[in-house]
C-alpha cells in the first residue's frame, strides 16, 4: 500500500512551457484535490474531484487544468507556466471531504 | 466565506515547555476541524480532528477542543520534544445542516515550531 505517490519530486520549468504534475493513490478513495503551497499562505485549493468523471474548481484554478478517467489517478495539468506557478504542489485522496486526508510528498516546482 | 487564522509564528520553545498555538475560524455551516502536521521535507499528517462543537480531539499527546461559542480550536501539548519541531495547520472543513460538504478544506497559514534541546 503505496498511499498517494507524487511524480516528479523537483522540477524546473522555462515561462511558457508546460507540463503534467502526476498524482496517483492505491486506497480507492473517490475524493482527490490539488494544492499549492506558498509562504505564510497555508494550502490554497487547485482543483478537486468526487470521483472518476467529476472535478471542480477550488480556489485559485486558474492556469490549471485536471482530469479524473480513473479513481487511482488525477493529473494536474499546467498549460503555459507562469513564474507565479512557482510552488510546492501537493495532492491529498480521502474516502470523504469530513474523513482524513492523506497528502502526497509533494512536488517544487520552479518557473523562471 | 470560510477562514481560518493562526497565531504568528515562528514558535521557538526549550524542550518540555508548553505549547500553545492559537486558531480561531470562520465558517457558515457546521464545520469540521482539523490540526495537520508537516515534518521537514514531508507532506501533511493528519495530527487530529473534531466534529463537533465541545469535541476534543488528541493525539500523540496534542489536545485541542471544539469552541463553538469563541469559534477557536486551539492546540496544546504539555511538554514538547525536539521531534516536535515542524507546521503545524488548522483547518476546516464546512457543510450545510444536512450534512453536505461544501466541497473544500480550508487551511491557516501554517505556524512554525522549533524546539531546543
Known amino acids: 500500500n503505496a498511499g498517494v505517490t507524487q511524480t516528479p519530486k523537483f522540477q524546473v520549468l522555462k515561462t511558457g512551457q508546460s507540463m503534467t504534475l502526476q498524482c496517483a493513490q492505491d486506497m480507492n478513495h473517490e475524493y482527490m484535490s490539488w494544492y499549492r503551497q506558498d509562504p505564510g499562505m497555508g494550502l490554497r485549493l487547485i482543483h478537486y474531484?468526487?470521483?472518476?468523471?467529476?472535478?471542480d474548481q477550488g480556489e485559485v484554478p486558474n492556469g490549471y487544468n485536471v482530469s479524473r478517467s480513473t479513481t487511482e489517478d488525477f493529473p494536474l495539468r499546467l498549460l503555459s507556466a507562469a513564474p507565479s506557478q512557482t510552488s510546492v504542489y501537493f495532492c491529498?485522496?480521502?474516502?470523504?471531504?469530513?474523513?482524513?486526508?492523506?497528502f502526497g510528498p509533494g512536488t517544487r516546482l520552479t518557473v523562471t | 466565506g470560510d477562514s481560518v487564522t493562526q497565531m504568528e509564528g515562528p514558535v521557538t520553545l526549550s524542550e518540555e515547555a508548553f505549547l500553545t498555538i492559537n486558531c480561531t475560524y470562520t465558517a457558515t455551516g457546521y464545520p469540521s476541524l482539523f490540526w495537520y502536521v508537516q515534518y521537514p521535507g514531508e507532506g501533511l499528517q493528519l495530527l487530529l480532528k473534531a466534529t463537533k462543537a465541545d469535541d476534543k480531539g488528541s493525539n500523540k499527546g496534542f489536545e485541542a477542543t471544539y469552541r463553538k461559542e469563541t469559534t477557536s480550536f486551539h492546540l496544546e501539548k504539555g511538554s514538547v520534544q525536539v521531534s516536535d519541531s515542524a507546521v503545524y495547520f488548522c483547518a476546516l472543513s464546512d457543510q450545510n445542516a444536512g450534512g453536505t460538504s461544501y466541497g473544500k478544506l480550508t487551511f491557516g497559514q501554517g505556524t512554525i515550531l522549533t524546539v531546543h534541546p
Open positions: 474531484s468526487v470521483g472518476a468523471g467529476i472535478t
Open positions: 491529498a485522496s480521502s474516502y470523504s471531504l469530513h474523513r482524513e486526508q492523506y
